[in-house]
Structure formats: C-alpha cells, structure tokens
C-alpha cells in the first residue's frame, strides 16, 4: 500500500453519493426526524465503495481538486474515507478535511436547527468524526490538520471546537494557489499560519484549476467557477468568472464515467451562462456542452445552478431550453432534469437593492415576471427546479414579504421544491447580523405556510411521477414518502409555536 | 511563488489587550486595505487570550476583508513573545496597531524603531 502522507478527507455526510440521488443529501441538513439517526444517515448519506486502501470510488469535487493540485505537485496524496483512516496511520503526516457546511451555519442547516431546536445531522456527523478515535490518533501522533472548503469561516465562531480538535490551519477561498505551499510547510515543521483567506487577485486563473484525478461524487463536473451577478449575500459572486474549456470537462466526464458513476451533474452558480456574454446566454457553446456529454453519456445529466433570468432569456429569444432539453437532455433513460435556483424574494424593491444584477438583462423591477416567466418554461420542459427564498435579507420591511407571498400564489402551478432560508451572513453581507426566529413576523410565518403547502404538494407529485424510482431504491422511497407524511403532521403541530413566537 | 511567501505581502503587527472590545480595529484595518498599500497582508497578533481564542476579537474586521488576501499567524501573549516576533519578521512591517492598555509592548515597539497606533 502506498504510504499517503498527505490524507484528505470528511465526514460521512459528505463523503457519500445520496444513493446516485444529489438532492437528498440535502437531509444531511436536517436532524433526525422520525427516524433514529443512524437510520437518516443511511437515508441521507449512505457509505461509499472504497478500494483497497480505504479510497472512495467517488468523493466530494472540492476535495477532488486539493487531491489532484497536490498530486501534481508530487506529494504522496489521497482521498479516503472516513472509516479507513485508521489504515493510513502509520504514514500521515498532514490531514485535510473539507466541508460545506461544518457546524450547520450555513443555509438550510441553520434553519431547520433554529426551527425544530436539534442539532443538524451534518453537524453531529461532523463532530463525531472530529472526536473519533482515528482523528484523535492522528493528530496524537503529531500530524497537522488542515481545514477547509465553503464553510471554512464557521470556524471562526467555533473556537472551542478548534481548540478541542488541534486544528492547525484554516483555508477559506479557492486554494489551488496556496494549498501546496501549506503542505509543503507542514511536512517540513514550518509554523503554519493559524488562517488564510485568499482573496479574489489570488484566485487561479483556468490553466491553474487541476483536473481531478478520480471520480466526484454523482459526476459533478465544474464548467464555470465565479459569477457574474454580484448578489450580495453571495459569496460565489466575490470570486471572478472563469469558463472551463471543453476538453478539460470532456475529460472530468470521462474520468467519472470509467469508475462507474452513472449520471453527469454539470456545475455553475448558473449552467446557462457557460460560454456566455456577461450575463447573456450564447446559444452555441451550451450546446456543444450537451453534445459532448450526450457523446460519451445516455444516462442522466443534471444542472447543479442555473439562473431564472438565463433560463427566461435563453428559451425567449433562442428556444434553447426547448432545444437542450428535447434534443439532448430527455430520452428513455431520463425523464426530468433537475436544478437549483435561486428566487430569493417577490419583492423588486428589495430586488433592487441587495441582487440588482440578478435579473440581468431584464431590469429588478420585472423580477416577479421573470420568476414566473422562468418557472412556466421549466414546468413545460420538465426542468425541476429546487428553489430558495431568503427571509430576513437585509433591509427587508414586511411588504417585501407580502411581495414574496404574492409571487407565491403565482407559482402554484408549477412544478418545484421551494425551501425557504434564514438570511446567513455571506458575501458582501458577511458583516451582517444573522436572521432568527426571533425576528419572525406574520409575514414571515404566512409566507413560509404557503411555501410548506407548495413544496408538500409538489414533493408528492414528483416522487410519483420522476423521483427514486429505481427498484433498488424502493426502501429509500418507502422512507421518503414517510417523511413528507411525518413533515405534514409536524407542520400542523409547528404552526402554533411559530405564531407564539411572532405574537411574542 | 506562493501566497504564503510572496515579497508583496504587507506585514502588520496587532497587539489585544484581553479586555479590548470595539470596532476601531475594523476601521484602522479597512483604511489600511483601502489605502491600496497592500494587496496581500500578514497579520501577527499578540494575544493573552491564547490561540485560537483571539479571532473572537478578529471576526470583525476577517469579515470585512473581502478584496484582499490575508493570513494571520499567532505571535504569543507576553513583551518576551512580542520581542522574539519582531525579530523573526524580516522587515516589511507597515503597520503596528496596539489595542487597549498595553504600555510595555509600546516600549518594544519604540526601541524597535517601529511606529504604532494605539486605539481603544
């Protein structure tokens, strides 16, 4: 076995494919409701294959690009799971560990923790792992530990943690240009920073974004890093756009596709802005993007992000939505593509004011239009959107609200998840105060029943008709049916102590 | 060469006193970043909170550092720490800030020849 002196890793939460389905990961977010938590875990995040050496088959992207920029660099480096890090003892010197969401501060896991008062799965599965007896031998033996990923400024308001676990370094920002400087400094017993945050001149231009040397979790292959719309509570939006070339994707596809993964998740903060103008979608680069997937691939293809003003855009002027989902997209093996977008309020006011370039080309006071213009051409093309809504942004008044809860009413008829989340302070918003509970209004609990009744009656519809519907999947969708039976009922129990609160 | 070792870095030294509690720090390092001095910066902090106990007197001013690249390394609570700090940084620094009622570190700061600011 080689000896990995260099091992990066995370939690079960994140090292784990959700059954081949991305969107229940999202439970991970959650606590444990109505099961016991081991039994979620299975449901939300089941273990992966490994190989021999304890090496997930595949593993989150993130940690795909560190693995693949220090291997190149000509460390002895490694992915491995959780539950083999035991093997790698006598050899580690440097553990890595990412995540997206550490301690359930970012969106939804703050939410759910807030509303229901339990911890989150992801943060429970975080810090057992932290705790576990490999991580302790580890850092025991004098290794240094490394953290970080999207969520990496959560340590800042988990001294204790940091404390309690030896973390050595924190790493918030893209790292291609520092993370092998880290490393080397840590294998030769050079003090280490305690945080590094790179900014945007830092950020590594396209040539410097390694290709991934295994397979990413369900096949996420990055086509865009950066966005141009600069909302913001975004902090994606801080970082300057770069469009990945064709035959660097082609060949993360490939790579995905060899070790088995059978669907391909093309990621973006916006999918259709990829090869773009701006914030205008170019018909032609998107397309051969679709080619050359639909080339090497008949399985399931997803967007992990597109924007609603893209997707109003691009069918309006181009039919391209019509295009991409009929000509290359849907077939006997695929029946729905699935993205997430961002509404985040009804309000064009408020539009205006905190995502002024959201909208673009069409200008913030349209953005109700282009929310519901947007949403009836993904309900008629079978693109299911998982959407968010932020409450509390700041400077958010109750019509802005009210605003949101009317948009509401016009989306009824269209096919989607809606998920309401509590403001987090991010992007230029970072030194904001975060939303909680105890700034709910009516307005707040009024707009949140009309999402709940949305997304309960669309979640059903969905998962009879397109979601889970692989015979091996049949115990998860057993479970999943129960929980939306149990998520009802407790809905109609939560109801009376949210008006508390608001009354109070 | 690499963000930790870049010749352009800026070096700034950050004395807390324990009881130190503000934004004055936040505002002397925004005008620091926005003075255009520096494009990547490496704050030393003296500390008797101990680490990693100090960032709760830095998540202000982390927070508000969007458009540069920083690092910060702890440089130990006492004068003896702060002395064997200034000795180690090879130059560069452009900026001490003291934070609170710390005489003795302003005598050190003095006899290195490096001029400081005290808030708070």
Redesign the interface.
Known sequence: MPDYEVIITSDRTMMSNHHGKEFLGFLTTGPALFLPERMWLWLAAPKVRVDSEGRPVEAPYGLRKVEAKLVDAGFKAAIVDPDYLEKHLGSVKVLMVGHHDFFAYGPPSNEWWLLTGKEPVNRVSFINFMRSDAVRKIKGKGAKIIVGGPAAWQWLWELNFWEEFGVDTVVDGEAEKVIVDVVEKALNGDPLPDYISVGPLDTPSVEEIPTIKGASVNGLVEVMRGCPRGCRFCSVTLRPLRHIPLEVIEKEVKINLMSGVSSVLLHSEDVLLYGGNGVKPNPEPLIRLHELVRKNFKGPIAWSHASLASIKYSEDNYGLISKLMNDYVLNDEQKFLGVEVGIETGSPRLAKSVMPAKSLPYPPIKWPDVVEDAFSIMHENYVIPAATLIVGLPGETPDDVVKTAELMDKLKYYRSVIVPMFFVPMGNFRNRDWFNKHYLTSEHVDLMLKILQHTLYWAEDIMNKYYVKEPHLAPVRLCLKLFLQYVKWRASKLLPTLTATVTR | M????DGNTKRVVLVLSHDYVGDDLLDEVKKLVMSGKA??L?FYVISPDG???Y??K???M?????????????GGSTAEDLRRLLKSIDGGIVAAIIVGNCDEFKEILESSGINYKVLG
């Open positions: 690499g963000l930790l070792s494009r990547r490496t680490r990693p106990k960032f709760q830095l998540r202000p982390i927070s508000s550092i969007i458009s540069t690249s920083f690092t910060v390394v702890y």
